[in-house]
């Protein structure tokens, strides 16, 4: 073995006088993973434990340091032998793997939700002295609080058992934004229709919950997302009391011991699908979907369902040759499937990556007032300003959109605008659409191809029946028109970028929009935009004749679009119904351009 680096050795040197800690050697470095270089360090950690069943009172530990140390990874695995072999809350799946000294089962001890901070314990420190001498004292306190079950104590954030799911063959998600009322009864398995859809690298495979508490009927509905629906396939639904868990908090690994899971709740899982696996036997991909429902905190009322996927491999098809002594027929096939096929009580598990893809999942990390994103807000001009406003909105959790442009996607236009080559030639609110689908569920949009000016009927009835309408086109004649129809309660905004983004502009009204008056206060700051500037500097789209267009760069345009955004979020939060018309000058510094916090015009 290698001398451990002096940084290391300062760390193991800090681990002398641990209480319950012995030192059983150093290999390394060793190459795991992608090419990481790491050293094993043995240890055996002793205990007052208070199920010696479960969790004997001594055990022989792994911590996995990384050869950077003290920066990098320090993970604490079980031992191979003579430790752990149940899974506990707040540990990976805790399973075998016999070409290393160690187990799969890590403990979670260096994130928020860990038990570092369950236990109510200080944060991780990054000095060589300390940092592996912390992690190794963090594995005991676990361990002690494993033994006494005080790793899920009523309050903790709920969390799911570990699947270790194969993330290489199918990623399943899901749609539950509340809790529904469920049609199907708990422990009986069901028929169900689902979706499939295709990435470039994976298979998505998408649900609604309505989908599954509906009548059954066979109907895959609308996908959530914006890619096209290449396939529809029945799967088995069985929703459960409680997750299906043994070995204490372990995810099954084999059908043996997902029969088992089920059985302790009440559920003959291996009885429910030989009555129902001739639904799926012949699909190319085979499903079993099991759902319970789930608190956000240990201990509180359920809040919504999970979906868990499992996919089912090595089933005998219909064709094959059957077993001796039994016809092809569905008892035949179940006895094969059972005793040689993917049934057998040995059989290993594929569990698929499920996700919630519900809105307070997605939009957990930051979203818009709902005075925004529950609007339903039109556009009109979905070009490089328009289409960046609308992706904000998306993004922001706005669901419902009318998209109102007349134009095509011309290459000119991809270097400000939020599509890509693939789209050029289509129409841009076609467009558009497509790409803001796929951005997040239930999006529902409404693209009409067409010049506002010329819209009539349905159409028509579809923009003035929006809460917000946000004009991007920075033309007179839209604010002329706007000005000429009666929209309500609606809430009207212009935004537009001046020559070179100098400045941006933005009016606010509701139920009309004032333009004279609104062009009667832009205007001085318009003709300084473009004051001594010759027109022939002004890029076009091609040689010769072709139309000028307006120089900004990207950058320039999504920094227009977040203040015009944050803006109306904040006009629409403060329910304000006055005009407002406010105008930005762009500040040029060193290293720095940005919009001056006091702006030029604001009433």
């Known amino acids: 073995m290698l001398k451990p680096p002096d940084q290391l050795a300062q760390g193991l040197r800090g681990l002398g006088d641990i209480a319950g800690f012995t030192r059983l050697g150093l290999s390394g470095p060793h190459i795991v993973g992608t090419d990481e270089s790491v050293w094993a360090l043995k240890f055996i950690l002793t205990i007052d434990s208070g199920a010696p069943e479960l969790v004997p009172p001594e055990t022989e530990w792994y911590a996995k340091i990384a050869s950077t140390y003290p920066l990098g990874s320090v993970s604490i695995y079980p031992a191979l032998t003579n430790s752990i072999e149940s899974t506990f809350p707040h540990q990976l799946r805790n399973t075998k793997h016999e070409s290393r000294g160690w187990r799969n089962g890590k403990l979670c001890l260096d994130t ?338 067409a010049t506002v000016e010329s819209l009539q009927g349905e159409s028509l009835h579809a923009l003035l029946d929006c809460d917000i309408v946000i004009d991007t086109t920075g033309s007179d004649q839209v604010l002329d028109w706007m000005q000429g129809n009666e929209w309500g309660s609606t809430k009207l905004v212009s935004c537009s970028i001046g020559f070179a983004a100098k400045r941006i502009y933005l009016g606010y009204e509701i139920g009309g929009f004032a333009s004279e008056e609104f062009k009667d206060q832009v205007l001085p700051f318009l003709k300084a935009d473009i004051e001594g500037v010759d027109p022939n500097d002004f890029p076009r789209d091609g040689l010769g004749c072709w139309y000028p267009t307006f120089p900004a760069s990207a950058t320039d345009v999504w920094k227009a679009a977040s203040t015009f955004v944050a803006t109306i979020e904040s006009l629409c939060e403060e329910a304000r119904t006055s005009r407002f018309i406010c105008v930005w000058e762009l500040e040029v510094e060193p290293l720095l351009k940005n919009y001056h916090a006091d702006v030029l015009l604001k009433q």
Not at 131 to 139: D, K, T
Not at 156 to 163: K, R
């Open 112 to 449: 928020p939700e860990g038990v570092v901070n369950l236990l109510g314990n200080e944060h991780e420190p990054f000095t060589a002295g300390d940092r592996l001498r912390w992690y190794i004292e963090q594995a005991r306190t676990w361990l002690q609080a494993a033994s006494h079950n005080q790793l899920r104590k009523a309050g903790d954030l709920y969390e799911l058992p570990d699947l270790s799911p194969d993330t290489q063959l199918y990623r399943f998600g899901y749609v539950t934004d509340n809790m529904q009322p469920m049609t199907l009864e708990q422990g009986k398995m069901h028929r169900k229709v689902v979706s499939l859809h295709y990435t470039k690298k994976k298979v998505l495979i998408v649900l609604r919950q309505d989908d599954i508490s509906d009548a059954l009927s066979g109907d895959p509905g609308m996908p959530f997302i914006g890619l096209d629906c290449q396939a529809s396939f029945s799967a088995l639904v069985l929703p459960l009391p409680d997750a299906p868990v043994v070995n204490f908090y372990q995810a099954p690994n084999t059908v043996s011991e997902l029969q088992l899971a089920c059985h302790c709740l009440g559920v003959d899982f291996l009885g429910e699908l030989k009555r129902n696996l001739h639904h799926i036997r012949e699909e190319k991909i085979k499903l079993v979907l099991f759902g319970w429902q789930i608190p956000s905190v240990v201990g509180a009322d359920p809040v919504h369902w999970h979906w868990q996927a499992l996919h089912l491999v090595n089933l005998s098809s219909a064709n094959a040759r059957p077993l001796n002594g039994f016809r092809n027929n569905a008892v035949g096939l179940w006895k094969k499937d059972r005793l040689k096929g993917g049934l057998k009580n040995d059989q290993e598990l594929v569990w698929l990556e499920s996700e919630d893809w519900s809105s307070p999942t997605l939009l957990g990390r930051g979203k818009l007032q709902e005075s925004v994103s529950g609007s339903k807000v039109g556009i009109i001009g979905v070009g490089a300003l328009g289409s960046c406003v609308t992706e904000l909105l998306a993004r922001g959790g706005t669901k419902q959109f009318v998209l109102v442009d007349g134009d095509d996607v011309k290459a000119g236009n991809l270097v400000r605008h939020t599509l890509t080559s693939l789209y050029v030639g289509s129409s841009k609110v076609s467009a558009v659409k497509a790409h803001i689908e796929t951005i997040q569920p239930d999006i529902v949009v409404k693209d009409i191809r």
